[in-house]
């Protein structure tokens, strides 16, 4: 199961920043927040990751909570290719290899 | 270029006959992945294998069977295909996926089993 929660949906205007919140309160000390996103039809797209610091490039911008309970990913400004499903992922180990656990993320709609 | 392509895009078969898809890598990773996403939308991985050695194998019915030739190279063989096996299959390759690298995925496969 998905160790992370995002709202289903949220709308955004071309041009403003899109804010995307997600919550992992039970995250271990040392497991990373991930972000990818799926634009429609398209393989899944990674975006950013973090520990506790803030993360940016020069997709997005990660904001992490210090007691690290939840996070924020921020696309500064929106435009329309930005419309997707965003996945908030935290990192799971398994016999060594990391596997992603998608949620069911957040679909966000960039309107004109 | 594109860095992980998988071919066929579309693949529509009928129920008991025996496909495969392939996937390949041109980034030099050491890690290559498969996932299946249902009709819901949920993504979920199948298998890993880094350095063409078996890492993941998720609760995947024993008529998946993924072969990789090469570290460059990952293919999925499913056997007897049943209706429930219609689904997007992505394929995805990371630096080392031991080490929490970032995925990368593949265009994916849209399988309708009639």
């Known amino acids: 199961d998905a160790k992370t929660t995002q709202p289903p949906s949220m709308d955004c205007a071309e041009g403003r920043a899109a804010n995307l919140p997600c919550n992992h309160s039970?995250?271990?000390?040392?497991?990373?927040v991930y972000w990818y996103r799926q634009i429609h039809s398209q393989g899944p797209q990674y975006i950013i990751h973090?520990?506790?610091n803030n993360e940016t490039n020069e997709m997005a911008s990660l904001i992490i909570t210090e007691d690290r309970k939840s996070s924020t990913l921020i696309l500064p400004h929106a435009t329309l290719r930005d419309t997707a499903v965003y996945y908030c992922i935290v990192r799971a180990k398994l016999y060594n290899t990391d596997k992603l656990i998608f949620g069911t993320g957040t679909r966000l709609q960039v309107f004109p | 270029d594109t860095a992980v392509s998988q071919t066929p895009k579309y693949l529509v078969t009928q129920m008991g006959n025996d496909k495969s898809i392939k996937c390949e890598q041109n980034?030099?990773?050491?890690?290559m992945y498969w996932y299946k996403q249902d009709s819901k939308k949920f993504l979920k991985i199948m298998f890993s294998y880094n350095n063409k050695e078996l890492i993941i194998n998720e609760t995947v019915p024993n008529r998946f069977s993924p072969k990789s030739p090469d570290k460059a190279h990952l293919n999925l063989h499913i056997n007897s295909l049943e209706l429930g096996d219609s689904a997007v299959y992505f394929c995805?390759?990371?630096?080392?996926?031991?080490?929490?690298?970032?995925?990368?995925f593949g265009p994916g496969t849209r399988l309708t089993v009639t």
């Open positions: 973090g520990l506790k």
């Open positions: 995805a390759s990371s630096q080392d996926g031991r080490k929490g690298y970032e995925q990368y």
């Open positions: 980034l030099g990773h050491d890690t």
């Open positions: 039970t995250i271990s000390g040392n497991e990373y």
